[in-house]
Structures are given as structure tokens and as C-alpha cells.
């Protein structure tokens, strides 16, 4: 496992920022193992990720924030240190699909997905012995329009007992309150099955069926209050034709989902992604 800490940082465009930051890390040892950098010219913004080996480090990670300050505040930056010791925890939601939810596990077995994952929530009880199969607790929370405040209130619960950073919507068929939303900040990662921002919310498969695209696609995205409008993470297409039905469609569009859904998530635990605007930038 590794032993790395990673720096993002994003802030208006000026002179001198790469050489603060290298100096910084210098000072105090750091070997650094990866860095990269994005100027939007546009907005005149400058995002940087920037992660070292800790092995001989001389700054204790206690002490980084309030030595990194200064340069923080001469160059009016947002920043935020992630340390790969500390794995986020990761819960599942999930209705009736099960391909996005496989895959995930799948990976998390092998070791590709550096996190923990200490529940699983379903408004479905269809998933539940692949779920306790991999040795995970699994919930049924049903989910109606009249019990949606009382259930969601139970989920919250869960999430907070289990420490949950990181929330994983895999083909979970429910919309979430605005007030849920707001507790887990660019926290929420969906998978949804088209190419934002076109046939956004139910059943579009069906509906890029009737206007006959060409392409189909999925998305990875960060849920905000707005329904499917949050920044996007990673996409994909596919090529389709006239000859393909709604369920080649569908047939089609799952291989889509499953690797849009696997990288958005690891790139997410890898500290690899900043967001702006409605924006996201990924770092390689």
C-alpha cells in the first residue's frame, strides 16, 4: 500500500506558483512521484495536483497546514491534502440493476478500487445474496413517495454510523432529495445511462430509441440538487443503427455504464479530480 500524500490546489493564474509549491515540498524533502498541472485561460484559473512519497518526508502531516498557509494566502489559494493511508469509505446505493454493482465489487475484491465499503443500500432486496456473498452488510430501505423523508432519514443514519465520505449510485433508481444532496458536497458519484446533457432523467434508452441516434453513451457525474447537472466526471459512446432495438440498446449501453461508473470511481479515490464551475478537471 502506498504511503503518499497529494495536494490540490486551485486558484486565479499568477506567476511563481509552480516554484512556491516545488520549493515548499523541497524544503521538507519530498520526492515528489507525480504532478500535473491546468491553466483555463479563460477564467484565468490554475489547478494543480501535485502527490509525494511520505517515506522522508520532514514536515509531520500534523503540522503541513499551518506551514503551508502562507503560501496559501499569498497566492489566494483553495487547497486540500489527501493522505493514501486514509481510504475513504464507500457506500453502495442500488435498486434492481445489478451490472454497475458486480463490477464495483468485482474490483473492490481485486484491489483496484483502494477504499472500504462498509454497507450497501438497496430500495430492492434483488441484490442482497451477490452483496452478502462478498461479506458486505447489505439494507433493504424501501423507498415509496410517501415514506421517502422516513427512509432517507434511515440511510442518513447509516451513512453516519459507518463514517460513509463517498456515496456510489449504481443504477440506484431514485431521486434524492435536494436535502440529502446538500450533506455530501461533490460526495455522490452516479452512473447514468446516456450522454449527458442529452436524454437526461427516466428512460433514455427508450427515448434515444424514438429520435434514432447514432450513439449512445453513459455518464459519470456528481449528483447536485439540479437532476443529472452535476459536474461530469467521465463518458463514454457507443456506435449504434437502425437495426438495434431498445433492449440491444440496453444490452449494449451496460458495458458503457460499468466502465464509466469504475473510472469515475477511482479517480475519485485517487484524488484525481477538481471540480469548478460545473466543471471537472482529471488529472492523469
Given at each position: 500500500?502506498?504511503n503518499?500524500?497529494?495536494?490540490?490546489?486551485?486558484?486565479?493564474?499568477?506567476?511563481?506558483?509552480?516554484?512556491?509549491?516545488?520549493?515548499?515540498?523541497?524544503?521538507?524533502?519530498?520526492?515528489?512521484?507525480?504532478?500535473?498541472q491546468?491553466?483555463?485561460?479563460?477564467?484565468?484559473?490554475?489547478l494543480?495536483?501535485?502527490?509525494?512519497?511520505?517515506?522522508?518526508?520532514?514536515?509531520?502531516?500534523?503540522?503541513?497546514?499551518?506551514?503551508f498557509?502562507?503560501?496559501?494566502?499569498?497566492?489566494?489559494?483553495?487547497?486540500?491534502?489527501?493522505?493514501?493511508?486514509?481510504?475513504?469509505?464507500?457506500?453502495?446505493?442500488?435498486?434492481?440493476?445489478?451490472?454497475?454493482?458486480e463490477?464495483?465489487l468485482?474490483?473492490?475484491?481485486?484491489?483496484?478500487?483502494?477504499?472500504?465499503?462498509?454497507?450497501?443500500i438497496?430500495?430492492?432486496?434483488?441484490?442482497?445474496?451477490?452483496?452478502?456473498?462478498?461479506?458486505?452488510?447489505?439494507?433493504?430501505?424501501?423507498?415509496?413517495?410517501?415514506?421517502?423523508?422516513?427512509?432517507?432519514?434511515?440511510?442518513?443514519?447509516?451513512?453516519?454510523?459507518?463514517?460513509?465520505?463517498?456515496?456510489?449510485?449504481?443504477?440506484?433508481?431514485q431521486?434524492?432529495?435536494?436535502d440529502?444532496?446538500?450533506?455530501?458536497?461533490?460526495q455522490?458519484?452516479?452512473?447514468?445511462?446516456?450522454?449527458?446533457?442529452?436524454?437526461?432523467?427516466?428512460?433514455?434508452?427508450?427515448?434515444?430509441?424514438?429520435?434514432?441516434v447514432?450513439?449512445?453513451?453513459?455518464?459519470?457525474?456528481?449528483?447536485?440538487?439540479?437532476?443529472?447537472?452535476?459536474?461530469?466526471?467521465?463518458?463514454?459512446?457507443?456506435?449504434?443503427?437502425?437495426?438495434?432495438?431498445?433492449?440491444d440498446?440496453?444490452?449494449?449501453?451496460?458495458?458503457?455504464?460499468?466502465?464509466?461508473?469504475?473510472?469515475?470511481?477511482?479517480?475519485?479515490?485517487?484524488?484525481?479530480?477538481?471540480?469548478?464551475?460545473?466543471?471537472?478537471?482529471?488529472?492523469?
Amino acid at each position: 500500500m502506498k504511503n503518499t500524500a497529494t495536494l490540490l490546489i486551485s486558484c486565479p493564474d499568477q506567476r511563481g506558483l509552480v516554484a512556491a509549491i516545488a520549493n515548499f515540498l523541497y524544503t521538507y524533502d519530498a520526492n515528489i512521484i507525480h504532478a500535473d498541472q491546468h491553466q483555463d485561460i479563460d477564467q484565468g484559473l490554475f489547478l494543480m495536483r501535485v502527490e509525494w512519497d511520505l517515506s522522508d518526508f520532514k514536515l509531520p502531516i500534523d503540522a503541513f497546514p499551518a506551514a503551508f498557509q502562507p503560501i496559501a494566502d499569498r497566492f489566494t489559494m483553495y487547497w486540500r491534502l489527501k493522505l493514501s493511508q486514509n481510504r475513504s469509505r464507500m457506500a453502495i446505493f442500488v435498486s434492481k440493476y445489478d451490472h454497475c454493482l458486480e463490477d464495483l465489487l468485482y474490483r473492490f475484491k481485486s484491489g483496484e478500487l483502494q477504499c472500504e465499503i462498509p454497507l450497501i443500500i438497496s430500495n430492492h432486496e434483488d441484490t442482497r445474496r451477490m452483496v452478502e456473498f462478498h461479506g458486505i452488510p447489505f439494507h433493504h430501505i424501501e423507498m415509496t413517495r410517501e415514506n421517502k423523508v422516513d427512509a432517507e432519514a434511515r440511510q442518513l443514519a447509516l451513512l453516519t454510523e459507518h463514517g460513509v465520505d463517498l456515496i456510489v449510485l449504481a443504477r440506484y433508481m431514485q431521486v434524492l432529495s435536494a436535502d440529502f444532496v446538500r450533506r455530501f458536497p461533490q460526495q455522490i458519484i452516479n452512473i447514468h445511462h446516456s450522454f449527458l446533457p442529452a436524454f437526461d432523467g427516466a428512460k433514455p434508452y427508450h427515448r434515444a430509441h424514438t429520435r434514432g441516434v447514432k450513439l449512445i453513451g453513459a455518464t459519470g457525474h456528481y449528483v447536485t440538487e439540479v437532476l443529472d447537472d452535476g459536474p461530469i466526471i467521465e463518458q463514454g459512446v457507443i456506435r449504434i443503427s437502425h437495426r438495434d432495438s431498445v433492449d440491444d440498446l440496453i444490452q449494449k449501453g451496460r458495458d458503457l455504464e460499468k466502465a464509466v461508473l469504475a473510472r469515475s470511481v477511482r479517480w475519485h479515490l485517487e484524488h484525481r479530480i477538481l471540480e469548478y464551475g460545473n466543471k471537472t478537471v482529471i488529472f492523469d
